[in-house]
């Protein structure tokens, strides 16, 4: 009995030492494979971690934005960075050109002769030797005298630089022509009016005027045309590029053919144009010039592209050969002809860099962007990568058109400088409704008049910028403000006029007013009002380059 009894206890002991020692067991077993969970999970982690650095590192390294609007140019990165892509379809209301732009290739300050705010007159000395039997006329010390005082309270964004004071035809009557400049502007460019002054001199022999007539009334003062088709206004459409045989027999050349970009839009023409211009001035070379420009067919009435534009109508060339070295390409043809003696190179990639041109000693380099050699053969293209860092674009040579100019100064003047903008933005934008989803019924007439109402206030004068084809569109606005938009002005192109007869002049044929002038005179316009309202932004949420991408 005891024998069982023992027997029984040593077989507990037995059974829970065995317990103890499997449970040990257990929690060793435990452990170690949670030790290996937690290790295996680390060498996952660590290993995605090296992979997800080695893919950035090998994007970092391989990856050439597509969009040469999104590479780096010096001051102008954020200006240009709303495009998105190469195919520059981009708000085509605006386009951006060195009159625009407070940008000079140098910090030389402006040469301008001193502005004037009022001929200094001792009315004192006038009073006491007054006389008022005596006839007065336009050439009176006074009649200058009340006319710059006058100008500069009717026309405080106007900087005057020379007046000239003439009869007006009648008693009491002067005609004035000045020259000055919007005080926003950032060119040297001057401009000339010249009105009709009605004036009466009171009994105390100072003058009075009563009367100011309306932009170019005053035409005995018109500035007179010099021979050779100009005005001395310096409102000239024509360059010269006359120079000496042996200046371009010793002359090195750098000649872009036509590519991909021909009949693109103007974004695109510009953005090329100056990149060319950027390489020629970086390889020391004088750039010939093709002034041939296609109209896209986005801005043409028949909607089919339109060669044969020339690049006067749009730009001013005159300008342009006075900031860099020139010469038009038939002029270029015809010498290169006669003498044939210039060495040529023959570049057909825009891949090759601008720096491997630079000690190139061909007096002639062509380099080749038809489309046969490479289908994505684009001016811009050669600017793009390192020599992005190198080739800088010269805004400053590309102004707009004096005769465009004059027809926005002419715009600014039937509305006595005081006006303000909106620049309403439609077209396809506003029928995408995937990319913009609200901007149809933001800028609908109903929710323009609401937005601005608040903005500019109850009739002012507005003027309004736009890609809407259909200029009717705005009439119900014109029952809370003043509206004005291009087509109003229809009278500033029309037969006979100032334009009508330069660009005949040009051409040699009537030359129709297309939707690249109508964009230069909007952008122009979009600077000079006092309040601009812009649709992104003021007028809509929706983002300028579509859904996602604000």
């Not at 459409?237 to 750098?254: E, H, M």
């Amino acid at each position: 009995m005891k024998f069982l009894e023992w027997s029984t206890v040593e077989n507990e002991e037995i059974e829970a030492h065995f317990l103890s020692r499997l449970n040990c067991l257990q929690n060793f077993r435990t452990e170690r494979i949670g030790q290996r969970a937690v290790q295996l999970i680390g060498d996952v982690c660590f290993g995605f971690f090296v992979f997800a650095v080695l893919i950035v590192t090998v994007i970092a390294i391989t990856y050439k934005p597509p969009d040469p609007w999104l590479q780096e140019q010096k001051a102008y990165n954020i200006l240009f960075n709303s495009v998105g892509n190469s195919t520059f379809h981009l708000d085509d209301s605006v386009l951006v050109t060195g009159d625009d732009l407070n940008v000079s290739s140098t910090s030389t300050p402006l040469a301008l002769p001193p502005a004037i705010n009022a001929t200094v007159f001792d009315e004192n000395s006038v009073q006491e030797s007054c006389n008022t039997s005596i006839p007065w006329n336009c050439s009176d010390a006074g009649v200058k005298f009340v006319v710059e005082k006058m100008n500069a309270h009717h026309f405080p964004r106007l900087i005057f630089y020379s007046y000239r004071i003439v009869s007006g035809g009648s008693k009491g009557v002067c005609d004035v022509a000045w020259k000055y400049r919007p005080m926003n502007i950032t060119t040297p460019r001057m401009y000339t009016d010249f009105r009709r002054f009605s004036l009466v001199r009171n009994s105390d022999c100072s003058f009075e005027v009563k009367k100011i007539g309306k932009w170019h009334s005053g035409v005995n003062a018109r500035p007179r045309r010099i021979p050779g088709g100009s005005e001395n206004d310096g409102n000239s459409a024509t360059f010269s590029d006359i120079r000496p045989d042996t200046a371009f027999r010793q002359g090195k050349y750098l000649y872009y053919t036509r590519g991909a970009d021909y009949c693109k839009s103007m974004g695109q023409y510009t953005w090329g144009l100056l990149c060319a211009l950027g390489e020629a001035r970086y390889l020391n070379r004088t750039f010939v010039m093709d002034l041939d420009v296609c109209l896209s067919s986005e801005y043409s009435a028949a909607h089919k592209d339109e060669p044969g534009k020339d690049f006067r109508y749009y730009f001013d060339l005159e300008h342009l050969a006075n900031a860099t070295s020139i010469i038009e390409k038939h002029s270029f043809e015809e010498l290169l002809l006669k003498w044939n003696v210039l060495t040529e190179r023959h570049v057909f990639n825009h891949e090759i860099q601008p720096v491997d041109l630079k000690n190139d000693t061909h007096s002639v380099l062509y380099r080749d962007f038809r489309i046969e050699v490479d289908f994505d053969n684009h001016w811009y293209r050669v600017c793009e990568g390192q020599a992005e860092h190198y080739i800088q674009r010269p805004w400053n040579f590309l102004w707009k058109s004096k005769l465009l100019m004059n027809m926005v100064n002419a715009i600014c003047n039937k509305l006595e400088w005081d006006f303000d903008v909106a620049h309403v933005v439609r077209g396809y934008k506003a029928e995408n409704k995937k990319l913009w989803p609200n901007l149809d019924s933001d800028t609908s007439p109903e929710n323009l008049i609401a937005k601005l109402k608040v903005m500019i206030g109850y009739r002012r004068k507005l003027y309004i910028a736009t890609n809407e084809p259909f200029p009717e569109y705005f009439d119900r606005l014109r029952e809370q403000f003043e509206v004005h938009v291009l087509d109003d002005f229809s009278q500033l192109w029309a037969e006979n006029s100032e334009w009508y007869n330069e660009t005949m002049r040009i051409s040699g044929k009537p030359v129709n007013f297309d939707g690249y002038m109508k964009v230069i005179i909007d952008t122009e316009m979009l600077n000079r009002g006092k309040k601009r309202v812009e649709t992104f932004n003021d007028l809509t949420k929706d983002c300028k380059n579509g859904v996602g991408r604000c």
